[in-house]
Structures are given as C-alpha cells and as structure tokens.
C-alpha cells in the first residue's frame, strides 16, 4: 500500500506532516477535528463509525435490550467514537425507543475534551422509514439520518427488481426528503457495492452529492473484494464522481472471506475518511470490520505504512467494551481473536516464554495495558477473603470497571461470599463474572434470594426458590421439572407470572478448579406480547433478551441468569407501555382533547 491520500473534503496538505507518533491516538495527545459534516479539516483524521448496534445486533444469535443499548452507547462515547449507528429504528418499536433513548442522552452528554457522538439511525430510500430515523434521532446534538438502497445487478434485478434510472431517483428523492425534514448531516450507501459497476456507482453518487448528501458509504456488502481491488474502487470513486472533493467517503466492509480490516485500511489508504465497524467485528453472517483491529492498526501503523492516519479513540477503552459487548450480545469472542481474544497476550512455548522475560517487546507489538488490560501479576495484589472494600475498588477500576455507591456494595458483597469458599483467592475473571451479573440488570425489579434445588436419578428433579419482588415482600415457590434447571425457572416462574420460553442456555467455568465460578447466560422469548423485528436485511425475528448469573453452583448461576433475563423483559414492557401512553397522550393533545386534570 502506498501513502494515504488527501482526505475528503479535507483542507490543507495530505500525509504524515506534524502527526504524532502511535501514542497520539485518542488520549487527548491530539487535537480531535472539529465536527462538521461531510468535511474533515485535518487530512489524516479518520472517524470511526460504530455500528454494533445496527449491523451488530444483526449478528444471527445476538439480541440486545435498550438498556444494554444504551450502556453500549455510553462505553463507545467514552471511547471516543465519532458516529454511533444507535439502530434501524423502523425495525420495531423497541428498536425505535432505543435510538431516540440514546440520541437524548448520549447524543447531548459531553465528555471531558468537549465531545458528543454524532448519533446515526439507519433507513431504507422508503419514506416511512426515513421520517422514523429522523424522528428517533433528531433530539442528538448531532444528528445523522443513513439511508441505503442496492446497485448491483443482482440485487436491483432479483431483490429491489427495479431499473437502475428507478434506483437512482428512489436515492436522489430519499436525500431530498431528509434534507426537507430539517436534516443537514446525510450518509448515502449503494448496498452492495463492493460488486456494482463502477461507472453506475459514479452517476448515483453524484446525483445523491448534488440532493445534499454529506457522507457517501461504499459498502462491501458481501465482503467479495479483495484489498487491492477495495482500495482502488475508493479511489476511483473519489477521482470520478463530481463532487467528491466534498464529501467524506466511507467504507462498511463485511468478513465473509475474512479480509473486512484489510478492505478497510485499503480503503483509507484509497482516500476514505470513516471507516465502518464493530466491536468483536460482529455483524451479519461472518461479521464486520472490527473496531478493535482497524483503530489499533492504525495507531501502531498509521504513521509509518498508512500515510499519518490517525483516530480520535481512546485505546485503554478497548477491553472493557470488548467485554461488555460479547456479554450483552452472547457473542462469544474467540480466543485467537486479535486484541481482544483471551489469548491476545498469552505466551505458552518455552521459546516465547524465554523471551518474554527478557523483554516483552520480543513477543507483544502492543502492551496490554494500551488496549486496557492490567495484568494480575503486574498489579501485585492477590485478592482474598481478607482484602477489603478499597483493594477490590482499586482492581475493579484497573480492570476498566469503576465503580462506586452502591454498585461498589452488592459487588464487594457477592466478593466476600466468593471469597469465604475460594481457597486460591479471586482472581480478574471471578471478579468480573460479578461485575457482568450486575450489569444490565440495574433497575432489577425480581431478585433472587434462596434456591435449594434436589436432583439426581431418584425422584423428580424438585427446586424450592425464594424471591423479592418490587414490593419487597419474600415469596417461596416449589415446583418439579424434567431437570434442575427446568425446576428451578419454573418455580421463578409461578411467582413472577410472566412465563418465557428458554431459547438458549450456556454454563461457562469461569476459573479452574473444583470451587470455579460457573456463570451462566440464558436467552429468553416471551410466550406473551412477543413482538417481532426486522433486520435491514429484512430478516424477520422475534425479540429476545439475554441475563447472566454467576455462582459456585451452576443451578443457582442459572435460576439468577433467567431472573435477569426476565427482570429485562418486565423492564422493556414497561418502557413500551410507558412510549405507547405518551404516543397516546400526543395523539390526543393534537386531536385537541384536553388533558385530565392533575389532583
Ligand atoms: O452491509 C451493508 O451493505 C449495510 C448497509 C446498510 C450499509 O449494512
């Protein structure tokens, strides 16, 4: 790969010229460019576009809550992302609550150095579709409407069956609609453009520059190039379409042979300034670019092979995000997974080892610690039943968790128990099975108490759970099952009233050893009030939602992970009640009836 090029829109030199070294990513080291849309001031800027909650989340098997959606959000602002696509808000109701809940607050919360996230909801050309987005995301300080329509001939023959002269006014009209509800910061991408014809992606690019579009998103849908060929179309693109000096021009390249962060690279190698991505690369089919990857090439590389290129994200974020995503989403990451696998920086040969303690730059080509993750060992704190509250803040913080108040107590709490029956002492993954048991189920509205569970090969399996409900009031159930588990979610389930359907169920051995952590995450589907989304895709699926437990006995792990589960579900209905009453109350006050009275 050659230098970069000069970015889109961008004024002033192109190249490396005053960047920084790999240390100037993120970390307030370097000056973030301003936002505006469609333009970049400084050359080598890259913005990073995050889309784990749309493209994401349409990983088959990953379903997301808005709570969770919204933790996200604020873990990837805190990073530093430059656009968070908050999801397809046509999709269904609960995606539409999500996005506007995310544009209200994360879309105006500012952090240290003065940034807010531009806030992005997806759409198809559709009308519809498009005054949804607007709607979920225009309370964003920043706001961003992307819609998307297929030029290739495939997909224009066999899937829109539409002539290209109807693609491109059905484009042309999208950005004109957008711009006429008030929009001004408009991201147009030609699906499946990694195999449309060059020459038909000018025409429809230029047209859609001339409608008002600021960004242009040049998807590899199919994730059919390969780096060079990537690389080149970006430049072609950037060299032949009118208009394109300015605007920025993006990539969103999917994994199916694997090459997404080199199509990515290649492409800002080929001039584009936002690179597309998620984090643990998640995404439709094989995935997407991964977050991770492309911003810790760049930063290690940028300077030296990619022509200066730099992010604005802050790397020490990485890990915990990492987490929290593979958590939330049930996406396990692979423990060859590069940067954020579990054995990123595990060094097992004799050779490696060696070298390794003679210098780690032998073996690492980044510490750790730049990506967020403290060694156990380095830190020089064994934690155990004698360590108290300020040693397990100190290791939480470190680990990228700080906590405080009473999300500090219930995990300190759950740590002393723990610690009473761990003999080798709490290590980081103990720690954070608490911390991951705690999180997404703030705002718990069942909570677990006792379970005593009898099972084996004589007699029913037979569980007896004691629970709290909202009015504090203990309740005990027994019930029978075909199994522990079985037994024990049905008891939950005759206190709580509101049975769902077990759609998945994993037990993971946190630790080693016979008195390990098992923490379990269970998925969950209705049986009433189900309700069903749309991918952008257009794949249909029901709404599911995920808890996790974690516990020396796996039936308890397991009777807290379908507790959280459930705790969700009552949580999103809530918040779908709450969205419908107000809907209600507009529709009213529009139709001119006056509101009750308040007493
Ligand atoms: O893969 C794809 O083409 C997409 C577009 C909607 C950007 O996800």
Redesign the pocket.
């Known amino acids: 790969w050659g230098p970069g090029r000069a970015a889109a829109g961008a004024t002033g030199a192109a190249g490396a010229a005053g960047a920084a070294g790999a240390g100037g990513v993120g970390g307030g080291q370097r000056r973030r460019p301003e936002y505006v849309p469609g333009q970049i001031s400084d050359p080598g800027y890259v913005r990073i576009f995050d889309t784990t909650l749309r493209?994401g989340e349409q990983s088959p098997g990953a379903t997301l809550t808005s709570q969770e959606k919204l933790a996200i959000a604020r873990q990837l602002a805190k990073m530093g992302v430059d656009i968070i696509e908050a999801g397809f808000p046509i999709a269904s109701r609960d995606d539409f609550a999500a996005v506007s809940q995310i544009a209200r607050l994360v879309g105006n919360e500012t952090d240290e150095h003065g940034w807010t996230p531009v806030i992005c909801g997806?759409s198809r050309t559709k009308f519809d579709d498009i005054d949804r987005a607007w709607e979920a995301v225009k309370e964003a300080r920043n706001p961003r409407v992307h819609t998307?329509i297929a030029t290739s001939e495939i997909h224009m023959q066999q899937k829109l069956r539409m002539t290209p002269d109807e693609v491109v006014a059905s484009a042309v009209k999208a950005v004109e609609h957008i711009r006429g509800l008030g929009c001004s910061d408009i991201e147009f991408?030609p699906?499946?453009a990694g195999r449309s014809d060059p020459v038909f992606l000018y025409r429809i690019l230029a047209e859609v520059i001339k409608a008002g579009a600021t960004t242009l998103?040049i998807?590899d849908?199919t994730g059919w190039n390969m780096p060079s060929e990537f690389g080149a179309l970006i430049a072609k693109i950037r060299d032949n379409t009118p208009g394109a000096d300015g605007v920025v021009i993006s990539t969103?390249c999917?994994n199916d042979l694997g090459l997404s962060t080199a199509n990515s690279l290649a492409g800002a190698v080929g001039g584009a300034r936002q690179l597309e991505c998620t984090i643990n690369g998640i995404g439709e089919r094989a995935g997407n670019a991964s977050l991770e990857e492309i911003v810790m090439a760049i930063k290690l590389r940028g300077e030296d092979q990619l022509g200066g290129l730099w992010t604005g994200i802050e790397t020490t974020h990485i890990a915990p995000t990492s987490r929290m995503v593979s958590e939330f989403s049930g996406m396990v990451v692979q423990p060859h997974k590069a940067i954020v696998g579990a054995n990123a920086f595990a060094h097992e040969s004799g050779i490696h080892q060696d070298g390794m303690l003679k210098s780690k730059d032998t073996y690492e080509i980044m510490s750790p610690e730049t990506i967020g993750l403290v060694r156990q060992d380095d830190a020089g704190i064994v934690l155990g039943k004698h360590s108290g509250r300020h040693a397990v803040r100190t290791r939480l913080e470190e680990m990228g968790y700080p906590l405080e108040g009473t999300a500090l107590d219930s995990i300190f709490e759950r740590f002393k128990d723990l610690a009473d029956k761990k003999k080798g002492g709490v290590v980081d993954s103990d720690l954070e099975a608490l911390v991951t048991e705690g999180r997404g189920n703030e705002g718990a509205v069942w909570e677990v108490l006792d379970a005593q569970i009898v099972c084996g090969t004589m007699g029913l399996p037979t569980a007896t759970v004691k629970m709290r409900g909202p009015d504090m009031v203990p309740r005990v159930a027994s019930a029978v099952g075909t199994g522990p588990v079985d037994a024990a979610t049905k008891a939950v389930d005759s206190i709580v009233g509101l049975p769902a359907e077990l759609t998945d169920y994993r037990v993971n051995g946190v630790t080693e050893g016979i008195d390990a952590l098992a923490q379990t995450r269970i998925v969950i589907a209705p049986l009433q009030d189900s309700e069903a989304t749309m991918t952008?895709q257009g794949r249909r699926r029901l709404q599911e939602y995920s808890g996790v437990g974690s516990h020396s006995d796996i039936v308890v792990s397991s009777t807290r992970a379908y507790v959280s589960a459930l705790n969700k579900l009552i949580n999103a209905l809530k918040l779908r009640q709450e969205a419908e009453r107000s809907a209600a109350a507009e529709e009213e006050e529009a139709a001119g009836v006056p509101a009750p009275a308040a007493n």
Request: aromatic share 8%; no cysteine.
């Open positions: 493209d997806l998307f991408s699906e499946d998103n998807p849908t969103h999917q952008s």
